[in-house]
Nanobody
Framework: QVQLVESGGGLVQAGGSLRLSCAAS????????MGWFRQAPGKARALVAT????????IYAESVKGRFTISRDNAKNTGSLQMNSLKPEDTAVYYC????????????WGQGTQVTVSS
């Protein structure tokens, strides 16, 4: 099973940018659909974006469309989430996740990275 480690979180002012990275190891990364999720204090974990195994297809939550970009580099076993025009409501712990195509649920998760956007 693949293991995932996120990095790149931090504190940024509203309107700023951050790039999150997800390093995969332990299994062939390219066979997994990858996703980014986030969980704000007191709220349920929510989908931010997903990307297909080849990287050719992406899905975004309405709240981040036009501001966030998900990508992956299967040769380097990495995934990324570029976040622009950040808003205070984007503050959350962000998680990288992976699932095999045969499953509908994401079953492998990273430890999370905190993103805080100040107003």
């Amino acid at each position: 099973q693949v293991q995932l480690v996120e990095s790149g979180g931090g504190l940024v002012q509203a309107g700023g940018s951050l790039r999150l990275s997800c390093a995969a190891s332990g299994h062939t990364f390219s066979i997994y659909v990858m996703g980014w999720f986030r969980q704000a204090p007191g709220k349920a974990r929510a989908l931010v974006a997903t990307i297909s195994r080849s990287g050719g297809s992406t899905i975004y939550a309405e709240s981040v469309k036009g501001r966030f970009t998900i990508s992956r580099d299967n040769a380097k076993n990495t995934g990324s989430l570029q976040m622009n025009s950040l808003k205070p409501e984007d503050t959350a712990v962000y998680y990288c996740a992976a699932r095999l195509i045969a499953y509908t649920e994401f079953g492998t998760w990273g430890q999370g990275t905190q993103v805080t956007v100040s107003s």
